[in-house]
T-cell receptor, first 115, second 112 residues
Framework: DAGVTQSPTHLIKTRGQQVTLRCSPI?????VSWYQQVLGQGPQFIFQ???????GRGNFPDRFSARQFPNYSSELNVNALLLGDSALYLC??????????????FGEGSRLTVL | GESVGLHLPTLSVQEGDNSIINCAYS??????FIWYKQESGKGPQFIID?????DKRQGQRVTVLLNKTVKHLSLQIAATQPGDSAVYFC???????????FGSGTQLTVLP
């Protein structure tokens, strides 16, 4: 079975531009979460979606937005990019069984570099 | 705010030795903890978890110990192998949506 897939794997943008990152969860998983991982740090929570509804939002500015589609895939959008947005963006999915534990299955991430 | 953290940013061990990676947490209400392994260029991978009503849990070559009195947990890796070289994170689902809060990670390097 395929794991969590993310695209693109790497991308370079300039300040002020906008970026859209995509994620497909593990088949059967209805919850998708997004994390930002700056080099040398642990992942930081951005969003969680379950059944297409936002269930949680981390401490990120409104430039960050996300959505989940009927097939449970998800997109993360970041507007007006800043140099500090350079990071690895991780998508994770979880099953209904894991909703009470928090166990997540991560993709390999999208590496965003902002110049 | 409430958080989890790790004691040492780096740890080097000889191949075949046992490794111990430590983590401290501050939220007394945390009821569940997970250890993740992140290899270079990859996303975090689940290793083992433990609930707060347990003191110890064993997996294949890994053991997690939880000391609720001092809010400390550790990950022990037996007979460390080169493939164990990675960054290790402890995490707990402390958010309102059970989102994971990660510590800063320990880079484990296995020496030949």
């Amino acid at each position: 079975d395929a794991g969590v897939t993310q695209s693109p794997t790497h991308l370079i943008k300039t300040r002020g531009q906008q970026v859209t990152l995509r994620c497909s969860p593990i088949s059967g998983h209805k919850s998708v979460s997004w994390y930002q991982q700056v080099l040398g740090q642990g992942p930081q929570f951005i969003f969680q979606y379950y059944e297409k509804e936002e269930r949680g939002r981390g401490n990120f500015p409104d430039r960050f937005s996300a959505r989940q589609f009927p097939n449970y895939s998800s997109e993360l959008n970041v507007n007006a990019l800043l140099l500090g947005d350079s990071a690895l963006y991780l998508c994770a999915s979880s099953s209904r069984r894991a909703q009470n534990t928090g166990e997540l299955f991560f993709g390999e991430g999208s590496r965003l570099t902002v110049l | 705010g409430e958080s989890v953290g790790l004691h040492l940013p780096t740890l080097s061990v000889q191949e075949g030795d046992n490794s111990i990676i430590n983590c401290a947490y501050s939220n007394s209400a945390s009821d569940y903890f997970i250890w993740y392994k992140q290899e270079s260029g990859k996303g975090p991978q689940f290793i083992i978890d433990i609930r707060s009503n347990m003191d110890k849990r064993q997996g294949q070559r890994v053991t997690v110990l939880l000391n609720k009195t001092v809010k400390h947990l550790s990950l022990q890796i037996a007979a460390t192998q080169p493939g164990d070289s990675a960054v290790y994170f402890c995490a707990d689902p402390s958010g309102s949506a059970r989102q994971l809060t990660f510590g800063s990670g320990t880079q484990l390097t296995v020496l030949p």
